[in-house]
């Protein structure tokens, strides 16, 4: 026979005394067996042959000999604490009883114990009016004292218990400050056992996410500071490298960077790989938690460190955590992008049309000058901003980027150099001197390449006054290497920055381009401005090239084709982190560092995109377009569920130039791909022009081919979308088109296919009378009618009565649904099936006869009908038929 305390073990039940046995030592444990399963828990305080009081019952068995009994009232004291809520005295009587009891001897008895302190805990907060300071007085000391319990068991249950108390907010600022915080402080001491030392750590990193800043910063930063360099000890070192962005994004910018930030750098050279990659591992939080130039100038060298580690492990974390560094460089401002409260990607209100028409001024004769306008931006609504966002579309290039009003940004012009700016602008000087000197040259018309120097030489002269702004440096760097393409003419240097420029190309007039010595010096000289004379904070970013190659590795260093192509050439992040993010697609990294490199890089690439803004894209579109015909069916399965988000990035034109395609490849993949561009259809086509949207009407058919019939999943999903979708196009289209695909699914095998579908249907009558096609929504009714209504399968006939509570909606005249509807749904009054007449009830019951008129047509057929329903043989027709239309409506669902 099972003991009780194996019914403790075994069962997870609570060991309870019966009535009569109230010494255990007496009776013995066996005599209990398998029938502890029904006790009641506190049995033991009733009276008995003892004579004693309750509380004197609880003493004897707190501390009996037996430890089993101990035990017994460890796990029962939630229970105990309820029977003498009642009397104040009592409960401190019991309290105190606790007490005593936290300082049993047997390990096993101050685990459970500590056990049961969350759920007294909640019991006194929720009786707080009674028992004020009960929990802080008796129980905290115990909590704290645990931690330092020789028993491992014990330190772990009261490690858990704590961040219990604390994720609840069970225990008060006051006693974190001056009596968890102290203990933590104590155990982190370097003259502290290993073990507690060690244990201490790793709970100071996890309570730090719950407490306040102040707390933080005062009282267990400089701690942590120290522990970050335990030269003893490197399981310190490496649980404060785990937790270091914690504790950055609680103390803030400020003190991460006066005091975090170097022992991050230590941290990061570490001798012992694992605290390296812990470093990698967390540095998106640390560079969230710096101003933009110790990001750059600082993070960015650093991290560059960590990617061309001696250790694969180290590199591997580098590379699944580069992109979501790179997106710590993004900026609203320039991006034109924002994230909503609830995630969603949405363009950033309130452009200024000053700014807005400054790409179709500059594609015209690359004459117009940026204007400094001031204007509001919140003045602007809805309207506007979608017109705008539509004029930008329209005429985006890649040397133009439509972006928010230059004085916006000013924020992000602190991290030039104040001195390069005073260079730059008597390097402009010397060049408009030397201009003068040669009057021909912008009057020369000798050829089409020289005419396309010149139209983009005046485009530079006109971002000049704005060189300090960062953006403008990106578009002066992008026209430069244009520019120089024109000259050396090299078929390779083609891409998206001489897409839209001129009708000339600059590679066909190539002997042209080499006769202009004066063009190719000035190049020269305007990529001298931008490109060979680095800030200070690129010099100290970028190390020597042989220098990253030798820790890299000989195959680290082999070139992929796409760097044999122009250069990615971008300001808005350090250009060396986007080239090892470009390298994530070189088959030598899949070899050398990761397998799954390439997946990491799909995952994060809709940051970076966003980090480089459209007017970058061109840096991105191959490796974008190389991880889309990736053989691994997981990568293209993690780009195929993020092509929407990315979409809203780019833009409508370069959507439908560029995305468009690998949607449509995507379209005919594996299902495992197929199925991220249909969870998120609605989202991508919403983003087309409507004649390109209007093309899909007739590859939605598609979807309901799949490589498994019994992936259902995949059909409700579609069902899903097209209810999201009907609002994209005309009722026309939804009539034609998405009708057949409605009426397919609601006769799907699957139920839950079915269910969705029926919503469906609903939706699209909805559409239909909203628009006023009424005799496109008769002849649906018809249709369905004729399928569902007189189908031999009861399932058919079920739909129907579920689709007539489309009278719910209010999606139609009432007269049309008697004329319509009603004649066929009361036929299914009488039907063999109980389920069809359930729904028959609900639909007459709460839809039609709530909304109906008295003294129309058909009321009285409709009163008959419902008075048979409730007279009906079966309880649950009758019920539904009985309901109260008031009263809250029971979901048939499961009857379907």
Sequence with gaps: MDSPYNCILLAGLSLYFEDGHDDLDDFGFDDYGSECDGIRITAFLDAGQDNLTP??????????????????????????????????????????????????????????????????????????????????????????????????????????????????????????????????????????????????????????????????????????????????????????????????????????????????????????????????????MVSNSTSPEVRRAKLSPL????????????????????????????????????????????????????????????????????????????????????????????????????????????????????????????QKETKEEEEEEEPDFHDSKSSPAKATSDQIQKVLDCLQPHIDDPDVQAQVQVLSAALKAAQLDSPDDDGPEDDGLTEPEPEEQPEDAIESPSVESNSVEVQSESEESPTEEEQTMEPPPDEEEGKEGKEDSAHSPMFEDKPKIQNVIPQQLLDQYLSMTDPARAQTVDTEIAKHCAFSLPGVALTLGRQNWHCLKDTYETLATDVQWKVRRTLAFSIHELAVILGDQLTAADLVPIFNGFLKDLDEVRIGVLKHLYDFLKLLHADKRREYLYQLQEFMVTDNSRNWRFRYELAEQLILIIELYSHYDVYDYLRQIALTLCSDKVSEVRWISYKLVVEILQKLYACGADDLGLNFINELTVRFCHCPKWVGRQAFAFICQVFEEDCMPMEQFGQHLLPSLLSLSSDPVANVRVLVAKALRQSVMEKGEPGCAFSDELEETVMALQSDKDRDVRFFASLDPNKSLMDTAPLI
């Design 55 to 284: 509380l004197g019952r609880l003493e004897k068995y707190a501390f009996s000999e037996n430890v089993f009994n101990r035990q017994i009232v460890a796990r029962g004291l939630l229970d105990v604490l309820r029977e003498f809520s009642d009397n104040e005295n009592d409960f401190i009587s019991v309290m105190e009883t606790v007490a005593r009891m936290s300082e049993d001897g047997e390990p096993t008895v101050r685990a459970e114990l500590m056990e049961q302190v969350p759920n007294i805990a909640m019991f006194l907060h929720e009786s707080r009016p009674n028992f004020p300071a009960a929990f802080s007085r008796y129980l905290v000391p115990i909590v704290v004292r645990y931690l330092t319990d020789p028993n491992n068991q014990v330190r772990k249950t009261s490690q858990a218990a704590l961040l219990v108390l604390l994720e609840q907010g069970l225990i008060s600022k006051a006693d974190m400050e001056t009596k968890v915080c102290p203990v933590l402080l104590d155990l982190t001491e370097p003259s502290s056992d290993d073990d507690y030392k060690i244990e201490a750590v790793s709970m100071m990193c996890k309570v730090v996410t719950m407490l306040s800043k102040d707390t933080v910063e005062h009282l267990l930063l400089p701690r942590f500071c120290d522990l970050c360099s335990d030269a003893r000890l490197f399981q310190v070192r490496k649980v404060c490298a785990a937790n270091f962005g914690e504790f950055c994004s609680i103390v803030g910018q400020e003190a991460t960077e006066k005091l975090l930030m170097p022992k991050f750098f230590d941290l990061c050279s570490d001798s012992l790989w694992g605290i390296r990659k812990a470093c990698a591992e967390c540095f998106m």
């Design 303 to 426: 991290f560059i460190s960590l990617i061309s580690d001696q250790s694969r492990w180290v590199r591997q974390a580098a590379f699944q955590s580069l992109g979501r560094f790179i997106s710590t460089f993004a900026n609203p401002c320039s991006t034109g992008l924002h994230f909503r409260g609830d995630g969603a990607l949405l363009e950033v209100p309130s452009f200024d049309d000053n700014y807005t028409s400054v790409p179709r001024e500059m594609r015209g004769g690359f004459t117009r000058t940026f204007s400094n306008s001031n204007a509001s931006p919140t003045t602007t609504n809805n309207a506007r901003n979608t017109k705008d966002t539509e004029q930008t579309d329209e005429n985006f290039n890649s040397f133009n980027y439509w972006r928010s009003p230059l004085p916006d940004i000013s924020g992000e012009l602190e991290m030039l150099n104040s001195e390069e700016s005073e260079e730059v602008m008597e």
